[in-house]
T-cell receptor, first 112, second 116 residues
Framework: DAKTTQPTSMDCAEGRAANLPCNHS???????VYWYRQIHSQGPQYIIH???NNETNEMASLIITEDRKSSTLILPHATLRDTAVYYC?????????????FGKGTRLSVIA | EAGVAQSPRYKIIEKRQSVAFWCNPISGHATLYWYQQILGQGPKLLIQFQNNGVVDDSQLPKDRFSAERLKGVDSTLKIQPAKLEDSAVYLC??????????????FGSGTRLTVV
């Protein structure tokens, strides 16, 4: 799986959009970008994933650059409950049951 | 559906003592994972089971850690004897055996172990 680089921490004002970047310059053509988050005292939780097109669901939007070397997770209206560590993971979708490999992620603090 | 259950939620032990953690995965999930998460780091895989067989235990410190999933359902992770550096959160995750997308992984809330 390709390596990812994320900022260690970010702050965001409540109600504003939180934009979390991820660099994955060695991503290969069959690798997807996945985002998970981990709220304090809980296990990681799936947010969204994409290959090359932008994706949106009820939780977030994922913007992937045209060259696929970086992406941004967008929480459009951050709330205090979005304070968590966010992990960007790159892997082949057909990896089956191979375990998720986590980096250190980005610690997002949403401030009132 | 019920989530992945883990117990206990917290445990404090002295070094050189033993400890055991329990995990009950989502019903029907064939694959079970144990992760160790040290403060400030992402979770790191310790062992993966497929039903009651071990798929990958290459990162399990086998001199002190052991894990089993005897009937292919519940699993226990044991540490004997514990060291100070074993202080961490131990996460259990499960996934059904049919494959599918990465959002199929479900994590428990973990057991926070403090070794003093």
């Amino acid at each position: 799986d390709a390596k990812t680089t994320q900022p260690t921490s970010m702050d965001c004002a409540e109600g504003r959009a939180a934009n979390l970047p991820c660099n994955h310059s060695t991503i290969s053509g069959n690798e997807y970008v996945y985002w998970y988050r981990q709220i304090h005292s809980q296990g990681p939780q799936y947010i969204i994933h994409g290959l090359k097109n932008n994706e949106t669901n009820e939780m977030a939007s994922l913007i992937i650059t045209e060259d696929r070397k970086s992406s941004t997770l967008i929480l459009p209206h951050a709330t205090l409950r979005d304070t968590a560590v966010y992990y960007c993971i790159v892997r082949v979708a057909s990896s089956g049951n191979t375990p998720l490999v986590f980096g250190k992620g980005t610690r997002l603090s949403v401030i009132a | 559906e019920a989530g992945v259950a883990q117990s206990p939620r917290y445990k404090i032990i002295e070094k050189r003592q033993s400890v055991a953690f329990w995990c009950n995965p989502i019903s029907g999930h064939a694959t079970l994972y144990w992760y160790q998460q040290i403060l400030g780091q992402g979770p790191k895989l310790l062992i993966q089971f497929q039903n009651n067989g071990v798929v990958d235990d290459s990162q399990l410190p086998k001199d002190r850690f052991s894990a089993e999933r005897l009937k292919g359902v519940d699993s226990t992770l044991k540490i004997q004897p514990a060291k100070l550096e074993d202080s961490a959160v131990y996460l259990c995750a499960s996934r059904d055996g049919a494959g599918g997308a990465v959002y199929g992984y479900t994590f428990g809330s973990g057991t926070r172990l403090t070794v003093v």
